[in-house]
């Protein structure tokens, strides 16, 4: 079962532009992920943001989450070529649950 | 390095035959799990094992099965494969249960026909 749900499904933007994804999900969450995944490989963690709070940073990465709308966006600014990749989200449980459940993902693509 | 390696990377199988898809990872992480990636489905967990001998069932566990007799190993075996079964599948370590940061492996990509 799928938890979050990003948007958009699918981004174009050029190189030094911003890109904003959104991921909003149905249950009560220990924590929010971002993941990145580049074409067939495997995925490397991102930011990890708690339920406690609301905004994180790393490097170009910004990270958000709402817990009263149960959504969360992730900003990449200025991005560059090398950041075309795919994007998920992926919700951490609470209470005695134990794993991550992903969603379909954002495929960004950046170009020059 | 830090890293979980799977082994194959492709794989091209017959229906039927056997298989077992290797997972090792070297950092001592409790919690190792695997996934398979299909087109508009994203990530969905087949099994997972909260540490050695302990195991249990994903969202997708039909027609697979797993072990965890050494905590860096965790293979997952198709005893008897379908076309179905065709996909990306990824397996995945955390330092305990899933609300941790999950370290993948690179993947397989498994094709039966």
């Known amino acids: 079962s799928q938890q979050g749900e990003e948007d958009p499904q699918a981004l174009s933007i050029q190189e030094g532009e911003n890109a904003t994804m959104n991921c909003s999900y149905k249950t009560s969450i220990n924590n929010l992920q971002w993941y990145r995944q580049n074409s067939g490989r495997g995925l490397v963690h991102l930011i990890l943001?708690?339920?406690?709070?609301r905004e994180k940073h790393s490097g170009r990465l910004r990270v958000t989450l709402d817990t009263s709308k149960k959504s969360s966006s992730l900003l990449i600014t200025a991005s560059r070529a090398a950041d075309t990749a795919s994007y998920f989200c992926a919700t951490g449980p609470t209470g005695t649950a134990s794993k991550l459940t992903f969603g379909t993902g954002t495929r960004l693509q950046v170009t020059l | 390095e830090a890293q979980v390696t799977q082994n194959p990377r492709y794989l091209i199988t017959v229906t039927g035959k056997k298989l077992t898809v290797t997972c090792s990872q070297n950092?001592?992480?409790?919690?190792m799990s695997w996934y398979r990636q299909d087109p508009g489905l994203g990530l969905r967990q087949i099994y997972y094992?909260?540490?050695?001998?302990?195991?249990d069932k994903g969202d997708v566990p039909e027609g697979y099965k797993v072990s965890r007799k050494e905590k860096r190993n965790f293979p997952l075996i198709l005893e008897s494969p379908s076309p179905n079964q065709t996909s990306l599948y990824f397996c995945?370590?955390?330092?305990?249960?899933?609300?941790?940061?999950?370290?993948f492996g690179q993947g397989t990509r498994l094709t039966v026909v």
């Open positions: 094992s909260m540490n050695v001998e302990v195991t």
């Open positions: 943001i708690r339920s406690n709070e």
């Open positions: 950092m001592n992480h409790e919690y």
């Open positions: 995945a370590s955390s330092l305990f249960q899933g609300g941790t940061e999950a370290f």
